[in-house]
């Protein structure tokens, strides 16, 4: 019985080692299949042009690639969701008023 003992541990010494490099070496996709990447547009365009989707106000231009759920804010310090993108036009829905004031820290 105790000269099957080091053969046992022996054994399972390496049956963890083999599991671990195993498991250790394995790329993570093959155990959570392939990421979802975010759809980029077809054409890239030089700018885009952000605009309210109520009152068809242009809010900005900007010199890159706009996708809905990005955010915005203007000058007057209102906060837009982008929820519509159509060619270089990009439609914002407002989503509040961001109150510079309380992020202010005294002197």
Sequence with gaps: ????????????????????????????????????????????????????????????HVPMIVNIGDEVITEDNKRYRVVKVEENRAYARFIEYINLERYHSPP
């Design 1 to 60: 019985m105790f000269k099957r003992q080091p053969l046992i541990a022996i054994t399972l010494f390496l049956s963890g080692i083999i599991i671990w490099g195993t498991i250790h070496w394995l790329p993570l996709k093959f155990f959570f299949g392939p990421q979802k990447s975010p759809e980029l547009p077809s054409t890239v365009y030089d700018y885009y042009q952000v605009i309210d989707e109520k009152t068809s106000q242009p809010l900005m």
